[in-house]
């Protein structure tokens, strides 16, 4: 079994900044691949970015230029750095794991930007 547990995430201001946290434990490889994806109520859950167990990175184009991705350099926790965050950055964001054909969730955190 694989645990997630998310922090960081609330409310800013258009122009601030704001940083996730996402912590994994439970039987792990190191080959994962761990992200953040984003849902709006009705739609569907989009990803933001990604990194695998080496440390590529991987962004969405609404994100790129904005968004750091990076992990612990030990452990299995990714943070994302979110800067120039504008008011459609309002979301649920879920962090993900993949490994071995499997995908974890987070239970989700909300960000709202505010203008």
């Known amino acids: 079994q694989v645990q997630l547990v998310e922090s960081g995430g609330g409310l800013a201001q258009a122009g601030g900044s704001l940083r996730l946290s996402c912590a994994a434990s439970?039987?792990?490889?190191?080959?994962?691949?761990m992200g953040w994806y984003r849902q709006d109520p009705g739609n569907q859950r989009e990803l933001v970015a990604t990194?695998?167990?080496?440390?590529?990175?991987n962004y969405a184009d609404s994100v790129k230029g904005r968004f750091t991705i990076s992990r612990a350099r030990t452990g299995n926790t990714v943070y994302l750095q979110m800067n120039s965050l504008k008011v459609e950055d309002t979301d649920i964001y879920y962090c993900?794991?993949?490994?071995?054909?499997?995908?974890?969730w987070g239970q989700g955190t909300q960000i709202t930007v505010s203008s």
């Open positions: 990194i695998t167990f080496r440390g590529d990175p």
């Open positions: 439970g039987r792990l490889w190191p080959s994962w691949v």
């Open positions: 993900k794991l993949k490994q071995r054909g499997l995908d974890y």
